[in-house]
């Protein structure tokens, strides 16, 4: 009998604020198997996330926070010291607000994937990622918590007992341990549209990859990160779909991985 | 058989902000049996909020939610001209915050209580009022609103089916239709801190104040709202909790009312 | 002789925040003969500033400072009922920062022109009008203020004897008393692009304009604004500017006036 | 001919926000030559900013900006990554705010102290300190940077060939090199008071301190920094000011050294 393939888009969205409109949302949701919705620090308001929310519900999405660093200026892009239980609390508030507006709309949040810096750093952070962790786990500990393959926040929330999906990137590089090519160094980012989707491909249906130097390695690909902001984001999100489709890969979300 | 009187004593807290210390949280939180917690919009980060509801839930108190204007410039106290919709949200991703980080303490939210010009504005106006009770309703429609005995808010509460406590102040004059004495007219204060307390025992047996005019009014008193910042503000709340254990009237939340 | 007839033409800009892209600078600023920058409240932040003065600088145009209410998440669009303290200080505060800016770029500034709701706030109400002037008057008083014709901000401004220009829209419909139609009412809003060009021309060469009423008014010109948002707004300035030099009339900045 | 010494005393004053009040800045701002004023990122609203200007104007000090990074929340405590273009925009942005809000009560600005993490920061990161001294410079030159003896930021603002004056600590201990003792390290904090102040002395008469190594090290002591919060800081201000008196050291601000 043949091995069923499945795997989750995840796409970052409802990062408008006030009056600034930011990517094109109603074109990427009906795309993406899951949400991650900004929680109003690094960006959106609460009438965008309302908004945002019905958006995802009506697409039959599923909804994850995408908590980040209270830096509206930086877009929580810019590295910041937190203590941690100010990272703790941070997270907890955001993951916090956006769920019970979820429940409001009488939808359950699926998941919570840390947004910019926040991610990078707790990629790297053990005890970054295990505030964040345990602010999930105490809101709600069937909340899945979406990480970078081979990252640090992998080993914490599976030390806190959470389940955890493994992220993956279409269009960059990885090293051999599995971590991403730095943005620096040559090899950090995989130019060719076809390439990327081969890549992507082999990654859910062989677990491999191949790395900057050539061999190639193990990797976990639960959940593909794609982008929603401008034209050509979207037509490589169609162009991913539809192979995906074609090799007989469902695209589903999170929660039935 | 005797009439079993109860009251529950509110209290606005956890209004710090990072560096910045507010209020004696610690002397107050023991002596009142609902603490309204700021959710970090008018006052308040994510870290005072979870150390504020560790403290309630020790003192064994009551946990509300105390959502204000985004105005941490003007401590909320400002009028701000919001849409339906923002206001909507606002309050929902308030109250989503605080009865989210409530929920990881194992504490359940009893109440909403607008904070300043929120409450202010929403006392005379139906719309706003309806506003921040669809929000409640959406979010958990177990909750209780906490409004200004006679306003707009209580009829909104109603009308949108929630349970309403109504709220009084030992230290305002009220005119013969139930509202407030204006701060800027004459009998807006009661100075005298024995008629104050005469006052509010007379509004929990007997349902009735005397106006500003001279003539008695009905009234309803489920809960007195007292301050906690500076010495003679607690003083003046052991005065209150002494005189009512004297009557026999029993301090207890509003969710035992 | 023949009279010389001389107006200038305003926009807001300047308006982008952090990762959050607003308006089109680059092709209105060359269009333009004054720049109204945001100053970092209700919209901007310093790198956009710094940009936007360099922009203006290269384009020649002159700048004026654009203060908003504290209010980033409704982009200064709400009313605030701020002291008189608080809205002088606000509006002092900002004109310094964007000033010195362009000290540090040796640009000296023109002009200033309220934002949003603080705009039409003040132009009813002459004590907030009061306090922006003298904010602005205690800073330098070379400064020119930009305000709606026929408005308490013209008032304050001449009370105390601070230069002022006096600005027109030409897609917006009069009051016999100069004000303009309230944008709820029938003839708020002029719609037919020739119109409302005949009219800009009529309100510089005559001084005046036809109210609602059908009756002439008499109206003073220094400033028309327009807007640089979307092509439609470009190709009207674009069309107002043809039609002003071919009526010979010189666009020029404020100081020129 | 005896030798005239001379020294200036600075403490960071200013630092309340809307309804927060810190520090005892009535008490404090008498007894200093030099006031660090907030400038509205890390701490301080524009409402702030002017009385704090009135009141070190009154008391005949000299007034400087202590901008600092845009972190309200962590009071400008946290390591914040910035770009070069971000932290010269945002220190140009504040020091034009205060310096012109200086400039509308007749009081001209002396100088620039960054503050807390940005001012460590920079301490040991020329290029920060480089963004920091730009911006500085192209607002007004005359301004006189007061920076940690020994640090990056000195070298910085004198290789722009901006005026530096130096700051030392009488609560701190010092390597060798003449960098601060680690806080986390032995010898970190000068416990006893009367051996701080005589360090202090020692630092102006013989520009020498003995190191936490026991060596003594060469420093320059043009400024001593000292704290205003709670009433043992204000007693060792007193003391340190009776002291310097009864030394013959002469207290006066940096631009008369």
Chains 1, 2, 3, 4 share one sequence.
Do not use: W
Not at 133 to 152: P, Q, T, W
Request: net charge negative.
């Amino acid at each position: 009998m043949e091995q069923k393939f499945r795997v989750d888009l995840n796409s970052d969205l409802g990062e408008s604020f006030g009056g600034y409109k930011m990517g094109s949302d109603d074109k990427i949701i009906p795309l993406v198997s899951s949400a991650n919705v900004a929680c109003g620090y690094h960006a959106a308001d609460p009438v965008v996330m309302s908004k945002t929310i019905t958006l995802v519900k009506e697409a039959g999405s599923a909804i994850g926070a995408h908590p980040g660093f209270p830096d509206l200026m930086g877009f929580g892009r810019r590295n910041m010291s937190l203590s941690f239980e100010e990272a703790k609390a941070y997270v907890l508030y955001q993951v916090a607000a956006l769920g019970g507006m979820c429940q409001a709309q009488g939808v359950k949040l699926q998941h919570v994937k840390p947004h910019g810096a926040l991610y990078n750093m707790a990629a790297k952070d053990y005890e970054l990622s295990k505030a964040i962790c345990e602010a999930v786990k105490e809101y709600d500990e069937e909340i899945i918590i979406l990480a970078l393959s081979g990252s640090e926040t992998v080993k914490a929330a599976k030390d806190l007992g959470l389940k955890v999906a493994l992220e993956v990137f279409a269009d960059r590089g990885y090293e051999e341990d599995g971590s991403l090519v730095a943005r620096s160094k040559v090899g950090a980012f995989i130019h060719d549209e076809t390439e990327a989707v081969d890549r992507v491909v082999r990654m859910i249906r062989e677990n491999k990859v191949t790395a900057v130097t050539g061999k190639d390695i193990n990797i976990q690909a639960d959940s593909i990160c794609v982008h929603g902001d401008g034209e050509n984001a979207l037509l490589f999100v169609e162009k991913i779909r539809q192979r995906l489709i074609a090799e007989g890969i469902e695209i589903c979300p999170l929660r039935q991985l």
